[in-house]
């Protein structure tokens, strides 16, 4: 998708506060939180890392090519035409140096912020590194590592490692609904990316169940070599819809359901 001079970086197509039992650490100003960048951990945001296809090109493509429709995928996997030409393990990289790019980058990195692979120390180093400025990656990793202690994990239901206890699949999905700049001067940017979460733990006899949240993340981007990297990030709540008439699922198609629909890359 491309930026036209009609958007003017409006919103186009990333919590509240958490509830008791939303499984987010304690509510704390997000300095304290991470003090050393100020970013605010997305525990209770939700949407698997952004996985790319598992094609060989990693060229973006203007339409259905070849590559579309041979590309061997996972269940889970994204389909489609690739919006960035490249990918920092499953975290895509190589976004524009503009406002496109800038919204681009904001919405992944709120994905892989409120991604299950958060709650898991080696996978949570990875992703921390992979879309923050290295100045601040180092500070964050450790602060991040004492939020998510084995009493925060044990409250949100998950076993001291971070996974889910056994029979059960854990939930923790970020759906980014639009993005908006908010600045830009070329080598920095803040966006803000509207989203919706999911999170809980689905499976019979689940006592946390998976619920939906909505939030928006406010990003400082800053133009790190040859990409946006984040240098800290904000929260707030909503805007938040009225809730619909839904009936709720059972648990076991709740995780049927996440096992089976992937996620997506997110792009301007």
């Known amino acids: ?30 300095r304290s939180l991470i003090a050393v960048v100020g970013v605010v951990v997305l525990l209770v945001a939700a949407i698997a890392l952004a996985n790319r296809g598992d094609g060989t090109s990693d060229s973006p493509s203007t339409g259905a090519g070849p590559d579309a429709s041979t590309r061997s995928t996972a269940p889970t996997s994204p389909t489609g035409v690739r919006p960035v030409p490249g990918k920092n393990g499953q975290i895509p990289t190589g976004f524009a140096r503009d ?3 800038a919204q681009s980058a904001a919405a992944n990195y709120a994905v892989a912020l409120g991604s299950v692979d958060m709650f898991q120390r080696g996978p949570r180093e990875t992703i921390v590194r992979a879309i923050h400025d290295p100045a601040v990656a180092d500070g964050l990793v450790r602060s ?12 949100v239901g998950l076993n001291p490692d971070g996974t889910a206890p056994a029979g059960l699949t854990f939930v923790s999905r970020t759906i980014p609904v639009g993005t908006k700049v908010k600045d830009n001067s070329g080598d920095t940017a803040t966006v803000e990316v509207w989203c919706t979460g999911l999170v809980g733990l689905a499976g019979e006899g689940s006592t946390k169940p998976v619920t939906t949240t909505w939030f928006t993340i406010t990003e400082q981007l800053k133009w790190v ?44």
């Open 99 to 101: 406002e496109q790019g």
């Open 225 to 268: 070599g040859d990409d946006w990297k984040v240098v800290s990030s904000e929260q707030a709540e909503g805007p938040t819809p009225v809730n619909g008439d839904n009936r709720a699922s059972m648990a076991d198609d709740i995780a049927k359901a996440v096992e089976g629909y992937g996620g997506f890359t997110y792009a301007r």
């Open 144 to 155: 991040l590592d004492d939020s998510y202690s084995a009493g925060f994990l044990a409250n």
């Open 1 to 30: 998708m491309s930026l036209g001079d009609e958007h003017d970086g409006q919103t186009r197509t990333r919590l509240p506060d958490p509830a008791p039992g939303s499984g987010r650490p304690p509510a704390r100003s997000s």
